[in-house]
């Protein structure tokens, strides 16, 4: 069956502007959840969405929002970009919410963010 | 949550095993070990994973200690295409994320 699919796969934004990024996960699977990946700081948590509701959230500012919907499909929105927030973004998916026992994660290709 | 120590670098003969090991001294006693692997450019590849008991499956063997405190991946015949970082990551246990550490630079060479 299809992996997790996400769009898209490279953009270039601009100082200041705002980006959305979107996720389909795994068919079936129902927590999507979102990384932040940097040369400097390695694979970070951003935040993880279950059944459509925010179960759990990493240490990123406030100008980083998801949400879900009823179909499982999840967003990422960036606003107020800086050149800090340039990095390779991953969403993956589960069938259960992170932290359930002998749960697994299954990762999309990514999207590639470079801010300008 | 539990951390884990891995070598920065490997290389590996092409057709040969690659056996990567890990440690995690304070694994406790609901927390699984997870391997993945990331090819440049890519989203992490999930590998295999395992509580107490060795684990295989079409990619790779997982051999965990008895006492749980490390563990090895074993990919059997290493192939070119094999070159990538692998992470070995401990979870759940009462941790809703997994954790990435820097992982280990497997280098198969011709």
């Known amino acids: 069956k299809a992996g997790v699919t996400q769009t898209p796969r490279y953009l270039i934004k601009t100082r200041g502007q705002q980006v959305t990024l979107s996720c389909s996960p795994i068919s079936g699977h129902r927590s999507v959840s979102w990384y932040q990946q940097t040369p400097g700081q390695g694979l970070q948590f951003l935040f993880e969405?279950?059944?459509?509701?925010?179960?759990n959230k990493g240490n990123f500012p406030g100008r980083f929002s998801g949400r879900q919907f009823s179909n499982s499909r999840s967003e990422m929105n960036v606003s107020t970009l800086e050149l800090g927030d340039s990095a390779l973004y991953l969403c993956a998916s589960s069938l259960a919410v992170g932290g359930a026992s002998g749960n697994t994660i299954y990762f999309g290709e990514g999207s590639w963010l470079t801010v300008v | 949550d539990a951390k884990t120590t891995q070598p920065p670098s490997m290389d590996c003969a092409e057709g040969r095993a690659a056996n990567l090991p890990c440690n995690h001294s304070?694994?406790?006693?609901?927390?699984?070990v997870y391997w993945y692997r990331q090819i440049h450019s890519q989203g992490p590849q999930y590998i295999i994973h395992g509580l107490k008991n060795n684990e295989t499956n079409e990619m790779a063997s997982l051999i965990i200690t008895e006492d749980r405190k490390s563990s090895t991946l074993i990919l059997p015949h290493a192939t070119l295409r094999d070159t990538a970082v692998y992470y070995c990551?401990?979870?759940?246990?009462?941790?809703?994320?997994?954790?990435f550490g820097k992982g280990t630079l497997l280098t198969v060479n011709p």
């Open positions: 990551i401990v979870g759940w246990g009462s941790n809703y994320k997994l954790t």
């Open positions: 304070t694994i406790s006693g609901n927390e699984y």
């Open positions: 969405y279950f059944s459509e509701t925010q179960r």
